[in-house]
Every structure is written in C-alpha cells, then in structure tokens.
Nanobody, 112 residues
Framework: QVQLVESGGGLVQPGGSLRLSCAVTGGIFSFRTMAWFRQAPGKQRELVATIASPDATAYVDSVKGRFTISRDNAKKIVYLQMNTLKSEDTAVYYC??????WGQGTQVTVSS
C-alpha cells in the first residue's frame, strides 16, 4: 500500500518561490513514475509535472521554465520546486503515484 504525504505549501507573493515535498512510504519507488497535479477552485484537476526513471521529466506548458520536478530515490521523496510564481498557480497541489495513489494535498496561494 503506497502512502503519499505532501508538505511545503503556503502563502507566497507573486514572483516568489516554494518547494513542495512528497514523502512516499510503501510500494516500490525507484522504478515508478511519480507526478504532481493541482486543482484550482472551480477547475478540474490538471497534471503539472511527471518524473519517471531514469529521471525523464515532463511539464504542462504553463509551468515550463518555472517549475522543476525531482526525486531522491534513497529518501523516497519527490520534490516540486516552483519559481516565479503567479496568481494563476494558486491551487491545491497533489502528489500522485499513478494510476490511483494520491496524497492529501497541500495548499499553495500566490497573492500580494
């Protein structure tokens, strides 16, 4: 049974940075694709970034060049470094081990 726990969300001003972490317990971590999703109020959940082994990454166009997904296989943690944050990045961010393992989410609010 895979369990995912996110941390690192909060309130940040436009142009600021945050780093989200997702700690993984259970299951096999090193060889599976991990992902970050987000869901803004009144909108559908969207895929933000994925990371596979051996560390191939992909991003939704709206965050390319600003967000970086990474992983530490030894610690079983997935990170999402978010730079140059915009108000439209405000959402609950979820860590996922597709297809059906999800964390509880962490709120990111970008506002002045």
């Amino acid at each position: 049974q895979v369990q995912l726990v996110e941390s690192g969300g909060g309130l940040v001003q436009p142009g600021g940075s945050l780093r989200l972490s997702c700690a993984v317990t259970g299951g096999i971590f090193s060889f599976r694709t991990m992902a970050w999703f987000r869901q803004a109020p009144g909108k559908q959940r969207e895929l933000v970034a994925t990371i596979a082994s051996p560390d191939a990454t992909a991003y939704v166009d709206s965050v390319k060049g600003r967000f970086t997904i990474s992983r530490d296989n030894a610690k079983k943690i997935v990170y999402l470094q978010m730079n140059t944050l915009k108000s439209e990045d405000t959402a609950v961010y979820y860590c996922s081990a597709p297809p059906n393992s999800w964390g509880q989410g962490t709120q990111v609010t970008v506002s002045s």
